[in-house]
């Protein structure tokens, strides 16, 4: 099965610098890589994801970068703010799109 | 659409007792799917169903856990006997099963499981 890996687990910024988490997946066959927010007491959100046929997708703030060959992608967040504070699973999912496997999450603090 | 419901959003039980944790997916959704989320090991995923049918259950812990989908609006995770390393909070999810947010899982709000 996939193996998702992902780093790191705690991440602390100033508010206005960019944050990057980065996943590694094992599964070559996984094709779509989502990243979901998880604010305290909250459900997972999905704040953006990528398909195995781009590199790189951008919204706002946020953006993700894949690396097929390598099997990693990133989130990037920029001109970070204290709303950011969360904490942030990646995941890699395979073909058929239901087998999610989640990396271990990065819990990201935005100091203002 | 108020998303998926989970019921009850709380519980807090007894070791030995039963536990029934509800959902209800999105209308429309094909797919339902059980996690469990704990701080030592993250979101796990228990089971999930396609079209009410059971697909992939080899995520359930063990024996003492069984889920089911009678129709397509609801579904049970049912804990027996309950034992205080089942606390966790449990998520249930849905999506669905074409179209562009084809692959996107819909969370609900959870349950806060504590068995004492």
């Known amino acids: 099965g996939e193996n998702v890996e992902q780093h790191p687990s705690t991440l602390s910024v100033q508010e206005g610098d960019s944050a990057v988490i980065k996943c590694t997946y094992s599964d070559s066959a996984s094709n779509y890589f989502p990243w979901y927010k998880q604010e305290l007491g909250k459900r997972p959100q999905l704040i953006i994801d990528i398909r195995s046929n781009v590199g790189e997708k951008k919204d706002q703030r946020i953006a993700v970068t894949l690396n097929k060959t390598a099997k990693h992608f990133s989130l990037h967040i920029t001109e970070t703010q204290p709303e950011d504070s969360a904490v942030y699973f990646c995941?890699?999912?395979?073909?058929?799109?239901?087998?999610?496997?989640f990396g271990t999450g990065t819990s990201l603090t935005v100091i203002p | 659409d108020a998303g998926v419901i989970q019921s009850p959003r709380h519980e807090v039980t007894e070791m030995g007792q039963e536990v029934t944790l509800r959902c209800k997916p999105i209308?429309?959704?094909?797919?339902l799917f059980w996690y469990r989320q704990t701080m030592m090991r993250g979101l796990e995923l228990l089971i999930y169903f396609n079209n009410n049918v059971p697909i992939d259950d080899s995520g359930m812990p063990e024996d003492r856990f069984s889920a089911k989908m009678p129709n397509a609006s609801f579904s049970t995770l049912k804990i027996q006997p309950s034992e205080p390393r089942d606390s966790a909070v449990y998520f249930c999810?849905?999506?669905?099963?074409?179209?562009?947010?084809?692959?996107?899982?819909?969370f609900g709000p959870g349950t806060r499981l504590t068995v004492l």
């Open positions: 995941a890699a999912i395979e073909y058929t799109g239901n087998q999610f496997y």
């Open positions: 209308s429309g959704h094909d797919y």
């Open positions: 999810a849905s999506r669905p099963g074409q179209g562009i947010a084809y692959n996107e899982q819909f």
